[in-house]
């Protein structure tokens, strides 16, 4: 499955994005899907995951209360919906499928990753 992320960009800290991931080559409806965040010097770092049937999903305690992940299948699409956000946010987003039942939250964990959508919070 081959996977593009868009929707990145400038925004204030406080301000809201959505970023949108879209899928080709087959359907994700059978993957867990995830999103990552990578800033400059700083390893790869898990940010939100939801189950292939998106009635579970988690999110890292760093995001939690202000990001969202959600899917729509029959669009072979999935969403990051970033709120409040602040300037530590910034990073290069990447979205992840992973195994159907998987759980973990490791990139490892993930096997085919989109090119990433660069966010950048200002102050």
């Known amino acids: 499955v081959q996977l593009q992320a868009f929707g990145g960009g400038l925004v204030q800290a406080g301000g809201s994005l959505r970023l949108s991931c879209a899928a080709s080559?087959?359907?994700?409806?059978?993957?867990?899907m995830g999103w990552f965040r990578q800033a400059p010097g700083k390893e790869r770092e898990f940010v939100a995951a939801i189950q292939w049937s998106g009635d579970s999903t988690f999110h890292a305690d760093s995001v939690k209360g202000r990001f969202t992940i959600s899917r729509d299948n029959a669009k072979n699409t999935v969403y990051l919906q970033m709120n409040s956000l602040k300037r530590e946010d910034t990073a290069v987003y990447y979205c992840a499928a992973g195994y159907k039942y998987s759980l973990g939250t490791n990139p490892s964990d993930f096997f085919s990753w989109g090119q990433g959508t660069q966010v950048t919070v200002s102050s």
């Open positions: 080559g087959r359907t994700i409806s059978s993957y867990r």
